[in-house]
C-alpha cells in the first residue's frame, strides 16, 4: 500500500514535471535563433544553390519546432533548436560555396577563352612574321642568286677580254685591263686607230657589265723622247680613250684620265720588247666605296 | 497481483526511455570523425570555423561525461550538438578556401585581361 502510495505520488510528480513543461513557456532564445537563421538562409541565394542544405535545416527547424510545441524538455528543445540553427547556418555556407565556385568557373571560362583567343592572335602573328621572313628569304636568296651570276658574267666577260689581247689582273687598287699602246694609237699620236676602236667596244661591253665603279685610264709611255713630252702624250692618249668610253655611253664623271709617262714602267727601256710592254694603256676598274 | 495506478503507464515509459536508451557510440565516432575532418580541411585559419570545432569539442567532452553518468539520451543530444558545429566549422572552411580562391582567379583573370588590351 505504501509502495502503491509512492508509485502514485512519483506518478503525479513526473506528470506535473511534464505538463510544466508543457505550460506555454516562452520559445527559448534557440529556438528564435534557429528561426531567424532559417529565415535569413531561406531568403538568400540557398534557395537556389543549396536546396538540399535548406532542406536539411528546414527538417532540423521542423523538428525543434515540434520538441517546442509538445512541451519536450527545455533541453532537448534547445538542443534540436541549436542544431537547427547551426544546419540553417550550414546551408547558408553551402550557398557561398557554390557560388564562389560558379563565380570561379566563369572567371576561369572567361580566362579559358581570353588565353585561346590570344593564342590564336599569338599564332596569327607568328604565321604572318614566318611568311615575311620567309618572303625575305627568297627576296635575299634571288638577290644572292643574282648578285653571284652578275659576279660570274663580269667575271666571264673578263676573261673573254683577256683572251682577245687585252691582259686583265687584279691589284690591290681593283681590276687592271692593260691595252697595248700599238693595238690603240700610232707611235707619237693620240687619236685611236680605227682597229682600236672595235677593240675598246669590247671593253666597253665588259665595264657595262661591271656594274658601279670608278675607272681610271692610265696612259704610260716608254722613256724616249722628254718627260714633258711623253707625260703630255700619255695624258692626252688617256683622254682619248675615255672620250671613246663615254661616246660609247659610259658615265663620264665615274671615268678618270690621267698621264703617267714614262714614270711607272713595267719592263726594262733598254729593248725594244720592253719598252713596247711600257708603252700602254690601264684602265683601273675600281669598285664605288 | 499488484495494480499499478493508470498515471504509471503515462509516466512509465518516460523513466524508461531514460534508462534504456544506449550509449551512442556511433554517433560519437562520427562526431569524432567530422572534428578531424574540419581540421584537415584546415578549420583552424578561419577563426570561425575553428570556433565552432572548439564548440565541438567541447561538446564532446561533455557527452562522454554524461555517457560515464549513464545520460546516455542526453549525451547523444549533445553529440548531435557537437555534430552539427563540427559539420558547420568544416561548410565555413570550405566556404572561404572556394572564396580565396576565386578570388584568385579574378585577380589572375584581370591580368591576363589587362596584358592583353593594356589600354583598358
Same mark, same amino acid.
Given at each position: 500500500?505504501?509502495?502503491? &502510495?509512492?508509485?502514485?505520488?512519483?506518478? !503525479?510528480?513526473?506528470?506535473?514535471?511534464?505538463?510544466?513543461?508543457?505550460?506555454?513557456?516562452?520559445?527559448?532564445?534557440?529556438?528564435?535563433?534557429?528561426?531567424?537563421?532559417?529565415?535569413?538562409?531561406?531568403?538568400?541565394?540557398?534557395?537556389?544553390?543549396?536546396?538540399?542544405?535548406?532542406?536539411?535545416?528546414? !527538417?532540423?527547424?521542423? /523538428?525543434?519546432?515540434?520538441?517546442?510545441?509538445?512541451?519536450?524538455?527545455?533541453?532537448?528543445?534547445?538542443?534540436?533548436?541549436?542544431?537547427?540553427?547551426?544546419?540553417?547556418?550550414?546551408? #547558408?555556407?553551402?550557398?557561398?560555396?557554390?557560388?564562389?565556385? %560558379?563565380?570561379?568557373?566563369?572567371? *576561369?571560362?572567361?580566362?579559358? *577563352?581570353?588565353?585561346?583567343?590570344?593564342?590564336?592572335?599569338?599564332?596569327?602573328?607568328?604565321?604572318?612574321? /614566318?611568311? %615575311?621572313?620567309?618572303?625575305?628569304?627568297?627576296?635575299?636568296?634571288?638577290? /644572292?642568286?643574282? /648578285? #653571284?651570276?652578275?659576279?660570274?658574267?663580269?667575271? %666571264?666577260?673578263?676573261?673573254?677580254?683577256?683572251?682577245?689581247?687585252?691582259?686583265?689582273? &687584279?691589284?690591290?687598287?681593283?681590276?687592271?685591263?692593260?691595252?697595248?699602246?700599238?693595238?690603240?694609237?700610232?707611235?707619237?699620236?693620240?687619236?685611236?686607230?680605227?682597229?682600236?676602236?672595235? &677593240?675598246?667596244?669590247?671593253?666597253?661591253?665588259?665595264?657595262?657589265?661591271?656594274?658601279?665603279?670608278?675607272?681610271?685610264?692610265?696612259?704610260?709611255?716608254?722613256?724616249?723622247?722628254?718627260?714633258?713630252?711623253? *707625260?703630255?702624250?700619255? %695624258?692626252?692618249?688617256?683622254?682619248?680613250?675615255?672620250?671613246?668610253?663615254?661616246?660609247?655611253?659610259?658615265?663620264?664623271?665615274?671615268?678618270?684620265?690621267?698621264?703617267?709617262?714614262?714614270?711607272?714602267?713595267?719592263?726594262?727601256?733598254?729593248?725594244?720588247?720592253?719598252?713596247?710592254?711600257?708603252?700602254?694603256?690601264?684602265?683601273?676598274?675600281?669598285?664605288?666605296? | 497481483?499488484?495494480?499499478?495506478?493508470?498515471?504509471?503507464?503515462?509516466?512509465?515509459?518516460?523513466?524508461?526511455?531514460?534508462?534504456?536508451?544506449? +550509449?551512442?557510440?556511433?554517433?560519437?565516432?562520427?562526431?569524432?570523425?567530422?572534428?578531424?575532418?574540419?581540421?584537415?580541411?584546415?578549420?583552424?585559419?578561419?577563426?570561425?570555423?575553428?570556433?565552432?570545432?572548439?564548440?565541438?569539442?567541447?561538446?564532446?567532452? +561533455?557527452?562522454? @561525461?554524461?555517457?560515464?553518468?549513464?545520460?546516455?539520451?542526453?549525451?547523444?543530444?549533445?553529440?548531435?550538438?557537437?555534430?552539427?558545429?563540427?559539420?558547420?566549422?568544416?561548410?565555413?572552411?570550405? @566556404?572561404?578556401?572556394? +572564396?580565396?580562391?576565386?578570388?584568385?582567379?579574378?585577380?589572375?583573370?584581370? @591580368?591576363?585581361?589587362?596584358?592583353?588590351?593594356?589600354?583598358?
Amino acid at each position: 500500500m505504501k509502495a502503491r &502510495k509512492g508509485l502514485a505520488l512519483g506518478c !503525479v510528480s513526473s506528470v506535473i514535471f511534464v505538463s510544466l513543461g508543457c505550460a506555454s513557456t516562452p520559445p527559448p532564445r534557440e529556438l528564435l535563433d534557429a528561426r531567424a537563421a532559417y529565415n535569413r538562409a531561406a531568403s538568400g541565394p540557398a534557395s537556389q544553390v543549396s536546396p538540399a542544405s535548406l532542406h536539411d535545416a528546414k !527538417v532540423s527547424l521542423a /523538428r525543434a519546432e515540434r520538441a517546442y510545441s509538445e512541451d519536450e524538455d527545455p533541453t532537448v528543445v534547445r538542443d534540436v533548436a541549436y542544431v537547427a540553427q547551426r544546419k540553417a547556418e550550414m546551408a #547558408e555556407a553551402d550557398a557561398a560555396t557554390i557560388s564562389s565556385r %560558379q563565380q570561379a568557373q566563369v572567371a *576561369m571560362e572567361r580566362a579559358r *577563352m581570353a588565353q585561346a583567343q590570344s593564342a590564336q592572335t599569338a599564332q596569327g602573328q607568328l604565321a604572318q612574321a /614566318r611568311s %615575311q621572313l620567309a618572303t625575305t628569304s627568297q627576296e635575299l636568296e634571288r638577290e /644572292r642568286q643574282g /648578285r #653571284e651570276e652578275a659576279e660570274k658574267r663580269a667575271q %666571264q666577260a673578263l676573261d673573254q677580254l683577256a683572251a682577245s689581247g687585252a691582259q686583265v689582273r &687584279k691589284e690591290e687598287r681593283g681590276t687592271v685591263i692593260t691595252m697595248p699602246g700599238e693595238v690603240l694609237f700610232a707611235s707619237g699620236h693620240a687619236d685611236l686607230m680605227p682597229g682600236a676602236k672595235a &677593240k675598246l667596244d669590247r671593253i666597253v661591253d665588259v665595264l657595262k657589265q661591271q656594274g658601279d665603279h670608278q675607272i681610271t685610264i692610265e696612259g704610260h709611255t716608254d722613256s724616249r723622247g722628254t718627260d714633258a713630252l711623253n *707625260m703630255d702624250l700619255s %695624258q692626252r692618249r688617256a683622254e682619248s680613250v675615255r672620250d671613246y668610253l663615254v661616246s660609247r655611253g659610259l658615265t663620264e664623271d665615274k671615268i678618270k684620265a690621267t698621264g703617267k709617262g714614262e714614270s711607272s714602267p713595267v719592263a726594262t727601256n733598254d729593248t725594244a720588247v720592253g719598252r713596247a710592254q711600257n708603252r700602254r694603256v690601264e684602265l683601273v676598274i675600281e669598285p664605288l666605296k | 497481483m499488484t495494480r499499478l495506478p493508470k498515471c504509471a503507464w503515462v509516466a512509465l515509459p518516460l523513466l524508461a526511455a531514460c534508462a534504456s536508451t544506449p +550509449k551512442p557510440t556511433e554517433r560519437m565516432a562520427s562526431t569524432q570523425s567530422a572534428i578531424r575532418e574540419a581540421t584537415e580541411v584546415g578549420a583552424d585559419r578561419v577563426p570561425e570555423a575553428q570556433l565552432h570545432v572548439k564548440l565541438a569539442q567541447e561538446q564532446v567532452q +561533455k557527452a562522454k @561525461e554524461l555517457m560515464d553518468k549513464g545520460d546516455n539520451q542526453r549525451a547523444d543530444l549533445m553529440l548531435q550538438r557537437a555534430s552539427a558545429d563540427a559539420e558547420l566549422g568544416i561548410a565555413l572552411t570550405r @566556404e572561404q578556401a572556394t +572564396k580565396e580562391q576565386a578570388q584568385r582567379v579574378l585577380w589572375q583573370t584581370r @591580368e591576363l585581361q589587362q596584358q592583353q588590351n593594356p589600354n583598358k
